[in-house]
């Protein structure tokens, strides 16, 4: 077989070596082709030349100058000189190979399209009664395949109706499974009736164990037809409003559904049942005709449905959830959406013209592609706007115990929905363009360079998501710690320990996560880390001061010196602690001044809130005044602070007594001392003051002031001079 196959070849590679002409050589090939009887001696002769060497090899050469030939016909440049053609040149040549196939195209094109009412005028006449005989033929196989499926469907509609009841209140991973359980519902529906009328074709209607041709024909129509519809009804659900996947009324539903419905029987009964019996009856040309004749009945009905239906569709395509608008290009598009369909119904019309019924087929194939990648893109882009509009709702106890856990979420979620919508309408971009053949995506996405960038984006937004979802638990579980209805409550230094380790945590988690993501991105991260290190030690000497701040932060949290809400005094300044970062300190004075001190800064730090506090009282009494009787005194206005039980709660110890502390120029000091919850010992000694000079005033007991007297002077004998006074009083 192999050398029947390649003998018209080797006669024609001899006769070019031996010096015979093109015609001598085909027709001596085509002789030993044939089978002729003057092939022999040319065999011959061949075999005469694979046995010399010299012939052989003389041969060989001019077998491998005829491929030379072959590869670089006469005209193309091969020379030294090819590959410095300019520029210029190569770009004649492209533009002229361009408009040459543009030109035979469109001459092509206005050809077939000349040709094309010859199709239809390819009617004789005798379709009529041939559709008439088949279709009597076919009457009872149509009627049990459509009595079954309606009794059936009939009977599963229930359930249906049932699926739908129990979508209003499911989740989306249930419903998502009624949907699919209601489409596989549908799709047994049409195998029973199919196998229905292939039982009754086999057994009752004609001859035991045979079908006919147009039998199976119909059969088999109906099966594609129906499951079609299937589809149809699985996406639009007409009779089940919470199981249908675009968001559309009861009425757009149902009016859609039947158009969908009437175009799939007229294409689908007509070019796989009426097309091929008109050809096996009648003629080939009029099977062609009856097709084309069926297609462009579908396409006025589809060009009708869109002009009559364009402004409903408009304002279907503008609605959105939550009454939000649409974006501006957006809503120019969906003016103008019937122009592009009107278009593509016009390339289907020219179509059915000029091309054969299976071009047909494959142009409506591409279109189903083009069309579920659209409606799949609606349904998922629709359902991301309603998550985006509705946001995350947690449940009250999760918001009880994490109050910020939902802002947090809701924070990130509609973004990454928002990123997710532009995925998707890259992808259905991306099915459009590889239906359409403009670009094949899947074959860019397979090389590759495809697969590195798929990988890469892919090991970026997992680590991302990672990240996040640390994050997002770290903080959470600061928020749930710093919550003071459940758990322990978290002291000040709790809190303040809490707070810098949620700020340094999340700094090495965006730190570590990008250092990752740079790395899958392709980037080499270690000179980074190096250039990072050097980069590091120049900042490091050159802010030292900065430096010895976080050093000394460090150690002052370490030592457990400061937390929030503390009253400090720290570099001649006192206020109430109210922000601790690494590096610095912020207080509120009592004048409600605010301070930073950074930590290089500070020597000491004193705090008066660490553990418990004392207040130290120091009174002054008249030097006559008796001690014990202030003594008394003092206790009897202590006890009246522990009948207090607003102060009495933050007395940790009975009054110390200290006795006289000085004796001063115009009073006698005494000091006691009451011990205190930290921070409450200026409270105590304020209301301690108030209790002592109400019961000093009492008890007669003088609260000295400065005494000044004045001294005349005296002679030698003790005499003093005369000063004369005058009192006046003024009476009101």
């Known amino acids: 077989m192999i050398l029947s196959l390649l003998r018209p070849l080797l006669l024609i590679a001899l006769f070019a070596a031996s010096g015979a002409g093109p015609a001598t050589a085909q ?97 004789s006449g005798e379709e009529g009664e041939v559709l008439a005989r088949a279709f009597r033929d076919l009457a009872l196989v149509i009627v049990v395949t ?73 059969l088999n129509a109906f099966l594609m037809v129906q499951l079609a519809k299937v589809a149809v009804r699985t996406v639009l659900s007409a009779s089940a409003e919470d199981l249908r996947l675009l968001r559309l009324s009861n009425a ?18 007509g070019q796989l049942v009426l097309q091929p019996i008109l050809s096996q009856a009648v003629s080939i040309a009029s099977g062609q005709a009856a097709s084309a004749l069926v297609a462009l009945v579908a396409l006025v009905i589809a060009v009708l449905a869109t002009v009559i239906n364009r402004q ?34 016009a390339f289907l019309f020219f179509v059915v013209l000029i091309g054969p019924s299976d071009r047909l087929f494959s142009v409506l194939a591409a279109s189903a592609q083009v069309l579920a990648a659209i409606i799949a893109g609606l349904v998922i882009s629709d359902w991301l706007a309603g998550a985006i509009a509705k946001g995350v709702t947690l ?100 809190t303040t320990l809490l707070t810098l380790l949620r700020n340094a945590v999340t700094i090495a988690i965006v730190v570590v996560s990008l250092m990752f993501s740079l790395s899958q991105l392709g980037l080499d991260i270690a000179p980074l880390l190096a250039s990072a290190g050097v980069l590091g030690l120049a900042i490091g000497f050159g802010a ?22 503390d009253v400090i005094a720290v570099g001649g300044t006192t206020g109430t602690v109210e922000r601790l970062t690494i590096r610095s300190v912020s207080l509120r004075d009592v004048h409600g001044a605010y301070h930073i001190i950074s930590f290089s800064s500070v020597d000491m730090i004193t705090n008066h809130m660490r553990d ?38 933050a007395i940790l110890g009975e009054m110390e007594w200290f006795g006289v502390q000085q004796l001063a120029d115009s009073a006698v000091i005494v000091r006691v001392r009451i011990k205190t919850m930290p921070g ?53």
Request: charged share 20%; proline share 3%; aromatic share 8%.
């Open 27 to 123: 027709q001596s090939a085509a002789a030993a082709a044939e089978g002729r009887p003057d092939n022999v001696a040319t065999l011959q002769e061949l075999i005469d030349v694979l046995e010399d060497d010299k012939a052989r090899e003389a041969f060989l050469g001019a077998l491998q100058k005829a491929v030379e030939g072959a590869s670089n016909p006469p005209g193309d440049d091969v020379g030294p000189g090819a590959a410095d053609e300019t520029l210029g040149k190569k770009l004649a040549d492209v533009t002229r190979q361009f408009a040459e196939r543009s030109v035979s195209s469109l001459l092509v094109f206005a050809s077939q399209l000349a040709a094309a009412p010859a199709t239809l005028s390819q009617l």
């Open 146 to 218: 459509y009595g079954v499926f309606a009794i059936v469907r009939l009977a599963a509609r229930r359930i249906d109706r049932s699926f739908g009841r129990r979508a209003a209140t499911a989740g989306l991973l249930e419903k998502t499974f009624l949907i699919a359980a209601s489409a596989l519902l549908d799709v047994a529906v049409v195998v029973v009736a199919w196998g229905a009328g292939y039982l009754a074709a086999l057994t009752v209607f004609g001859e035991l164990g045979r079908m006919d041709f147009q039998q199976t024909l119909y």
């Open 252 to 269: 757009a539903a149902k009016r859609t559904s039947r158009l969908f419905a009437l175009i799939i029987s007229i294409l689908g009964y």
């Open 312 to 345: 409903a569709v408009t304002d279907w395509l503008l609605a959105m959830p939550g009454h939000s608008v649409r974006h501006r290009q957006l809503r120019f598009i969906a003016a103008r959406w019937h122009w592009p369909v009107l278009a593509y119904f």
């Open 395 to 494: 449940p009250q106890n999760v918001n009880d115990r994490l109050p910020l856990l939902e802002a947090r979420v809701n924070g990130l979620v509609p973004r990454f929905l928002s990123l997710l919508r532009l995925v998707v309408l890259a992808m259905v971009l991306s099915l459009l363009a590889a239906a359409v053949g403009l670009v094949d995506v899947f074959a860019i996405l397979q090389s590759r360079i495809g697969l590195a960038f798929t990988g890469a984006i892919t090991s970026v937004l997992a680590i991302m998501l990672v990240a996040y979802a640390c994050w997002l638990a770290l903080t959470s579980w600061v928020d749930y710690r710093l919550n003071p209805a459940f758990g322990s409550i978290a002291n000040a230094r709790e």
């Open 544 to 565: 030292q001061k900065l430096v010895q701040d976080v050093i000394n932060g460090v150690f002052i949290q370490l030592e457990n010196a400061i937390n929030v809400g």
């Open 612 to 649: 418990f506090s004392f207040h130290v009282g120091d009174v002054g009494i008249a030097y006559h005044e008796d001690v014990e009787d202030a003594r008394a005194a003092l206790f009897d206005a202590f006890d009246e602070l522990r009948a207090d039980p607003a102060l009495d709660c």
């Open 680 to 732: 409450q010992q200026w409270a105590v000694g304020r209301a301690l003051n108030g209790a002592v000079k109400r019961i000093f005033d009492i008890r007669g007991i003088e609260l000295p002031f400065p005494h000044q007297t004045i001294y005349f002077g005296a002679g030698k004998n003790g005499d003093a001079p005369q000063a004369a006074a005058a009192m006046g009083a003024s009476m009101s």
